[in-house]
């Protein structure tokens, strides 16, 4: 295994989904689908960590050591194995970058921030509350429909059901160029620093664009 740089702190990529093959395709693990890819590109595997609560690759890029983690324990208790990952990685929250589902912004659009609260999102609850803090960068990505008006209404359950379904042929379509735009982000996030990548996160892609 590559040795971490010396000057350089490695960075903890979480994305966020649930454990299982049911769940795989489903927009709630779009999250993992992202560092899933930004891991592949690079030859770096998944492998099981029971002490972490997760599946974790690693590996360096520029001179830049990546742990990516997908946490095993369910949604609701994403907050555990990103707790464990940053203490047994003696890692600060400032090198932490959580990649999330957001049912409220539209597939193929994507917001970065530094911080900020939960907006409702059981993963983000849990590692609001096993953290004890807001103060850690966060990218959501969209699955959102294009028309708002095809949304369930607010309550929990019809939204649940929204999210833990698959990505209808045409979305699957999309998705392709959307997860290549995560992978995008997270390195500018990375190797540019916050602004840059907030505006690469900006910057709308369409739904017909070839991935």
């Not at 702190?9 to 489903?26: C, D, F, Q, S, W």
């Not at 539209?106 to 907006?119: N, V």
């Not at 999102?121 to 969209?142: D, M, P, W």
């Amino acid at each position: 295994m590559n040795e971490t740089p010396a000057k350089i702190a490695p960075r903890l990529i979480v994305g966020l989904g649930n454990p299982g093959e049911k769940y795989r395709k489903t927009r709630h693990n779009l999250g993992f689908e992202v560092i899933r890819e930004f891991g592949r590109r690079e030859g770096w595997d998944f492998k099981r960590d029971l002490r972490l609560q997760g599946k974790l690759a690693n590996g360096v890029m520029k001179d830049q050591h990546f742990y990516l983690l997908f946490p095993t324990t369910y949604m609701n208790l994403s907050g555990v194995a990103v707790r464990k990952a940053l203490h047994y990685f003696k890692l600060s929250q400032d090198s932490l970058l959580v990649v999330v589902d957001d049912v409220y912004v539209k597939l193929g659009e994507f917001r970065l921030r530094e911080k900020g609260s939960s907006g409702g999102h059981n993963g983000l609850k849990s590692i609001e509350y096993e953290l004890q803090t807001q103060n850690y960068a966060r990218l959501r990505v969209g699955v959102g429909p294009q028309d708002e008006r095809e949304l369930p209404d607010g309550r929990e359950r019809f939204l649940e059901d929204y999210v833990l379904g698959c990505f209808t042929s045409g979305e699957e379509e999309f998705l392709p160029s959307v997860i290549d735009k995560g992978v995008q982000v997270i390195s500018s996030w990375a190797f540019e620093g916050v602004e840059k990548a907030v505006r690469l996160a900006s910057a709308k892609a369409k739904p017909n664009e070839e991935p």
